[in-house]
């Protein structure tokens, strides 16, 4: 699928101070359209995570504007900022399921924020349209035939797996990733990207992926941003790419 | 040289010997003094305790054999006894479920709701259930009903508390995660919390059942029921020997609750 015109989630002059010494985010730009996976790169501490966060308010930014399915994401509230919120799924480093619950009803758990009143109570209560979508998520995910396995008998692979499913059934626009495949062994850190490229191409949704890993951005992202200090320091294809823009981004940890 | 190099920059305790020798004595000075008020206070007495060893051999031969007769009596008030504890523990278990959200500090939804939470688990945790019991008789009147309540208000305190502090320690993950995902709070607490926690409520409830029987038996003395009632009335009109029947079967319904819910916890966690 070929990257649309307007883009799924848009950041403009985002800044972020926790303390007054030093700003995480000075001032960040970036588009992510539907239909690509863009890779965000830098050190530890140069502002990634917190991007992501900032994005969809889980953190509040001190400025900025963000839009968010062609909404403004900065300025809403309340339930506006809630169903906003919905439009954005994240995937996170940790994974993050409900440890003695079965794979299929994390996956359903996604689709919470839009099953209102007594049916949310209970997972048995859930409406047939969002079982449904849980199980063809998982399908997605490549995963059905652990549909009844708890959580915690997952390998960390198929547990990521089951949290993007879960980020699928959420039926957002936009999927967060936040660093997924830096707590796994390299073939599942593979299939989780390749996964997460393909639902990028395949399903038109804007995917954007904080990583660690420069050539897991090379082959799989569609655009690369490098981040240092809160600031973009680079944003390429992974085509033009140069190693030393890579090897720059992590110099800075050296002397922190 | 009788010292070393490195040595010489260690400093010396910032008090001397004597000082702290002064600080101990003074402590172990007061200690004294207040056992000494103490044992003064409840007439305390290592003579009287000799002196009256014969007192006690009366008891006991007054006491033997156990009356057999009121057997299937005792036995009846000891499952009114465990029933008063089921029902207390029940009713006190949904209540302090309905409280422990906001008892904690990682999910209230605000400082004060939090404090308010935290107040009604103290004053009902620190007040003994046979007190709560001495009320709720004059509330319903005299029976078991009176004591299940007291039970029930007594273990929201308890429960409370320690239901809490399991949230507090829990792995925040999974909450933050159906928080992104849009989930309301209380979609949040049915569908991440207590799974991560039921385990833990479950032995802690089970603790508790346990807790409440003995209780019970306290409790029935003052509010007319179970079996610490017929004790109570036995020890109080000299019938030592009814009262040795019923003590035996409370003993055997103890120790065979505190078993089964040892062993049942055993397996959940």
Redesign the interface.
């Known amino acids: 699928m070929e990257p649309a015109a307007s883009p799924a989630l848009s950041v403009r002059e985002l800044r972020k101070a926790f303390t007054r010494e030093q700003p995480v985010l000075q001032g960040v730009d970036i588009d992510v359209f539907p239909g690509e996976l863009v890779a965000v790169l830098g050190a530890n501490g140069s502002g990634k995570s917190t991007l992501l966060r900032c994005a ?1 308010r ?1 953190i509040e930014p001190d400025s900025g504007r963000i839009t968010l399915a062609g909404r403004d994401i900065a300025s809403a509230s309340g339930s506006d900022l ?2 906003l ?2 439009q954005a ?2 995937v ?1 480093q ?8 079965t794979a299929l009803e994390n996956v359903a ?7 209102g009143g007594w049916r ?4 048995r209560a859930f409406p047939p349209d969002v079982i449904e979508t849980a199980w063809r998520s998982l399908e997605r995910v490549g995963l059905a035939h652990k549909a009844w396995q708890r959580a915690d008998t997952l390998s960390g692979g198929q547990a990521q797996r089951v ?1 993007v499913a ?1 980020a699928l059934c ?1 039926q957002a626009q936009v999927i967060l990733a936040d660093e997924p495949v830096s707590s796994l062994d390299p073939r599942a850190a593979e299939d989780v990207l390749s996964l997460l490229a393909d639902i990028a191409r395949s399903d038109g949704l804007a995917v954007a992926c904080v990583l660690h890993q420069p050539d897991l951005a090379r082959r799989y992202a569609d655009r690369i941003i490098g981040i240092a200090a809160g600031e973009v320091v680079f944003e390429r294809t992974p085509a033009t790419i140069q190693d030393s823009e890579v090897a720059h981004l992590y110099l800075g940890e050296l002397d922190g | 040289m009788a010292s070393s190099p490195a040595a010489v920059g260690r400093p010396a305790r910032s008090k001397p010997g004597i000082v702290r020798k002064l600080i101990w004595l003074a402590i172990a000075g007061g200690a004294a003094a207040i056992y000494w008020h103490a044992w003064n206070d409840i007439g305390g007495s290592i003579t009287d305790l000799f002196s009256s060893i014969g007192n006690l051999w009366d008891l006991i031969r007054r006491s033997t054999p156990p009356n057999t007769a009121i057997f299937h009596e005792s036995v009846n008030a000891s499952i009114t006894t465990l029933d008063t504890a089921l029902i207390g523990t029940t009713i006190g278990l949904v209540l302090s479920l309905l409280i422990t959200p906001f008892a904690a500090r990682n999910l209230s939804p605000h400082r004060l709701v939090y404090e308010a939470a935290r107040v009604v688990i103290a004053f009902t945790r620190t007040i003994p259930s046979f007190i709560f019991a001495l009320y709720m008789v004059v509330v319903v009147g005299l029976g078991p009903y009176p004591v299940a309540l007291a039970l029930a208000i007594h273990s929201v305190g308890t429960l409370g508390k320690l239901f809490a502090e399991t949230i507090e320690d829990m792995d925040m993950g999974p909450v933050n995660a159906l928080r992104a995902a849009g989930a309301s709070r209380m979609q949040v607490f049915l569908h991440a919390v207590l799974p991560g926690v039921a385990p833990s409520f479950v032995s802690l409830s089970l603790y508790r059942f346990d807790v409440n029987v003995r209780d019970s038996l306290a409790a029935g003395f003052v509010g007319g029921a179970g079996i610490g009632f017929l004790l109570f009335n036995s020890i109080q009109l000299f019938q030592y020997k009814d009262a040795a029947m019923e003590l035996t079967v409370m003993l055997v319904l103890l120790l065979a609750v505190e078993r089964i819910s040892t062993l049942l916890r055993a397996r959940i966690v």
């Open positions: 969809i889980l809630r169903e919120r919905r799924a994240m996170f940790q994974i993050h399921l409900v440890q003695r619950r758990y996604g689709a919470l924020g839009r099953i949310s109570l209970s997972y949290a879960r959420q």
